[in-house]
T-cell receptor, first 113, second 112 residues
Framework: DSGVTQTPKHLITATGQRVTLRCSPRSGDLSVYWYQQSLDQGLQFLIQYYNGEERAKGNILERFSAQQFPDLHSELNLSSLELGDSALYFC????????????FGQGTRLTVV | AQSVTQLGSHVSVSEGALVLLRCNYSSSVPPYLFWYVQYPNQGLQLLLKYTTGATLVKGINGFEAEFKKSETSFHLTKPSAHMSDAAEYFCAVSLTGNQFYFGTGTSLTVIP
């Protein structure tokens, strides 16, 4: 158990809809990362938050947004969903500092039909 | 920009044989390096990480990796493969620990 909790584990929704994925980081970790894993794209970095502020942005679509709340949990919002958004979405967390590894949650499997 | 290249998207070894998974990185400064393992339907789990000074890093489950600055490599090895090692392996690089760049992964199959 990594200590990172993601909900829900599975999500099936229709095209055009909007969903919210939730992540609770490990206790004490201020950084939260979101990744998308699909068969054709591999593991893609989406966005990072540190203590409520956006720290880094990767290949995140404009239809996607994220935020980190004062209690440090984070949500990834996906809107106007397309079939190609079907993927595993991972959240990871880490402490601040160099050479610190990221701890991953079990992921949310999103299926867009 | 940082990047990671994992040579071989699929590797098959016999049970008991040497496991060698290759990772090369590009970085203008010495990076921090990691190997993660992903079992089916699970998240990524840290196998080992490179800390400055020690070129040979030991991880969990008998895996180790050697940092070679001259070759910009961080290959993962295990002397004797076990059936339970079958999984997807990812090499990752980070400069500051604040952003991790992952390779495309290598799927390891262990043949009984």
């Amino acid at each position: 158990d990594s200590g990172v909790t993601q909900t829900p584990k599975h999500l099936i929704t229709a095209t055009g809809q909007r969903v919210t994925l939730r992540c609770s980081p490990r206790s004490g970790d201020l950084s939260v990362y979101w990744y998308q894993q699909s068969l054709d794209q591999g593991l893609q970095f989406l966005i990072q938050y540190y203590n409520g502020e956006e720290r880094a942005k990767g290949n995140i679509l404009e239809r996607f947004s994220a935020q980190q709340f004062p209690d440090l949990h984070s949500e990834l919002n996906l809107s106007s969903l397309e079939l190609g958004d079907s993927a595993l979405y991972f959240c990871a967390s880490s402490v601040e500092g160099v050479n610190t590894e990221a701890f991953f949650g079990q992921g949310t499997r999103l299926t867009v039909v | 920009a940082q990047s990671v290249t994992q040579l071989g998207s699929h590797v098959s070894v016999s049970e008991g044989a040497l496991v060698l998974l290759r990772c090369n990185y590009s970085s203008s400064v010495p990076p921090y390096l990691f190997w993660y393992v992903q079992y089916p339907n699970q998240g990524l789990q840290l196998l080992l990480k490179y800390t400055t000074g020690a070129t040979l890093v030991k991880g969990i489950n008998g895996f180790e990796a050697e940092f070679k600055k001259s070759e910009t490599s961080f290959h993962l090895t295990k002397p004797s493969a076990h059936m339970s090692d079958a999984a997807e392996y990812f090499c990752a690089v980070s400069l500051t620990g604040n952003q991790f760049y992952f390779g495309t992964g290598t799927s390891l199959t262990v043949i009984p």
